[in-house]
């Protein structure tokens, strides 16, 4: 029988929602300062555009997601933790979660389980991986929204599909990638999941 196919879901715009948090955080405490609008983003670093703004403004920003609390505070993507397990549950599928922790890993890497446990569980300690170069994890399908992902690894074993998210919407495709827009039902992360493996 053929053997299992290896999806790889990344945490950060594909299961929790980082930009949301960041940007309620970002405007909660500096509310004199300006911000990027959900709909103006763009590029994968959010503080690479805020920077573009001022230094002080980037230096703010940076502050944001470093500060105790915010990877565990942020909110699962709207029907994630749903689809994440209905794939975990289907038949030759065996699905791992695979996150860059940030450079400053205090808080981060330790949150990044914490949220697993509490809205995946305890199960799903065992499908972590943190890894700055996802290039050189074994899988065949990455579902990640940062959309040139590079590494020791070239090419990297994986099919990259790109998860749509704000920063990316108008990023076009590249090499094998295709783009999946959310985890409604309709969405259809399924049928990319069986044409991988019919191929
Ligand atoms: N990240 C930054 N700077 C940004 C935006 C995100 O360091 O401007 C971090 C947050 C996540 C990581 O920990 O990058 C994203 O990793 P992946 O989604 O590629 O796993």
Redesign the pocket.
Known sequence: SPRNLRVLL?????LAD?EGQ?LKNFREKYPQDPFVPLEDRSG???????YALGQDIGTK??GI?EEKGF?LSLQPIEGAIEAAREMADMEGVDVYI??????KYTH?VVE?YQWLDKHLGKEWMERMILTRD?TVINGDLLI???PN?TGGMSPPQWQHVLFTSWHNRDVTLQGGQVRLDGWLPHSGWRDILERKRQE
Do not use: H, L, R
């Not at 994968?44 to 805020?50: A, D, G, L, P, R």
């Not at 695979?98 to 450079?103: E, V």
């Open positions: 990344d945490m950060d715009g594909v980082f960041f994968f670093y959010v503080t690479k555009q805020y920003a940076f997601y990877f695979c996150t860059s922790p940030i450079k981060c990044k996802k990640d929204d940062k992902i």
